[in-house]
């Protein structure tokens, strides 16, 4: 057991208990699992921590890893481990890339270290493993696993260009990233995890994996709740530490989450939460830098992207498997 870190006093070490009873009483029995591995960017905007208290209470979900990737990747590894403690999981955690395949870092800082002290954590990692780990977990079960990249792609890049073979045997690619609003008021917007690393981005978007789906901003942008609305339903127990994260975020962004990755995973086990189509996206790297580019084709074409999604469904799923308190 790797060595914890945080908050051991009784009043932190009842919350954990209550959070992990809570959650071990809510598990149906015999339900057919989805295997799941996780490349997050957690400690920048809160929407990664949400997702993963999604994924680690839905009862099809079998989480099998996660990566961590951009600036302070051990620091966004321990975030990762706060929610998995909390759960009552032992999932494997390993700190990915830190720097991306070209370009600066653009996100050098997990801000949401701050609350590290206050919830036990894991604070030593295996280091340098995270692109072999993901290789080897996927060939270990071919045509299980979903690969769910909600950070900028320096990691699935890697993986893609050390294995190439790895896309043929992945069952699917399910990434936040892009904007594919071709003709609205933010069709020009650049969106983060895609212009975090141009190269990696491209390679991505290149490997041939059979089911390659992406959400944009402009589907996920319309998934948003406010601090105060935040605040008055995440009382759920594994939300508690969310809510932490939460604060700082509001304090030092916006007063709002925006449910970008949360969206992504969900589509995962309801697909038809988004309508979608098929085509081809690239990646500009000469004109607007990160900007994707869709190309709308056929059912043979390599991409899938969301267009819309019922907003109202996808609150009410959300919090169905992540409880209202």
């Known amino acids: 057991m790797a060595p ?33 591995l996780l490349d997050t960017d957690i400690g920048t905007d809160v929407d990664d921590a949400v997702c993963l208290a999604y994924l680690l209470s839905h009862p099809n979900c079998e989480l099998l890893g996660i990566t961590t990737v951009t600036g302070e990747s051990e620091k966004r590894a321990s975030l990762a481990s706060v929610l998995c403690q909390a759960a009552g999981r032992d999932i494997p955690i390993y700190p990915g890339a830190d720097k991306p395949m070209q370009g600066e870092q653009r996100q050098p800082v997990a801000q949401q270290a701050a609350a590290l002290p206050r919830w036990p954590h894991q604070a030593k990692f295996p280091m340098n493993q995270a692109v072999d780990f993901l290789a080897n977990t996927i060939r270990t079960y071919p045509n299980e696993i979903t690969l769910l990249s909600i950070g900028p ?8 260009s050390t294995y190439p073979d790895i896309a043929e045997v992945l069952g699917g690619l399910v990434m936040m990233g892009g904007n594919f609003d071709e003709f609205g008021p933010e069709a020009q917007r650049v969106e983060w995890n895609v212009a975090g690393d141009l ?34 339903k995440f009382i759920a127990p594994l939300l508690r530490p969310v809510m932490d994260m939460a604060e700082i ?16 995973a969900a589509t995962i086990f309801e697909p038809d939460l988004c309508s979608y189509q098929k085509g081809t996206v690239t990646v500009d790297n000469a004109d607007m830098p990160g900007k994707t580019i869709w190309q709308p084709g056929g ?20 919090f169905s498997v992540v409880g209202f308190g």
Do not use: C
């Open 249 to 264: 975020w509001f304090a030092q962004f916006y007063p709002f989450i925006t449910f970008h990755d949360p969206l992504a």
């Open 299 to 318: 059912s043979e074409s390599p991409h899938q992207v969301a267009m819309t999604v019922d907003v109202d469904r996808y609150f009410q799923h959300f």
């Open 199 to 232: 190269l990696a981005s491209e390679i991505a978007y290149k490997a041939p994996v059979r089911l390659h789906r992406s959400l944009g901003l402009n589907v996920t942008q319309q998934v948003m709740m406010s601090a105060d609305e935040v605040r008055a």
């Open 4 to 36: 914890i870190s945080g908050d051991s006093s009784p009043s932190a070490q009842n919350d954990i208990s209550f959070i992990r009873q809570s959650l071990k009483n809510s598990k149906p029995l015999e339900l057919l699992m989805t295997k799941i």
């Open 153 to 160: 792609l320096t990691n699935m890049g890697l993986l893609f």
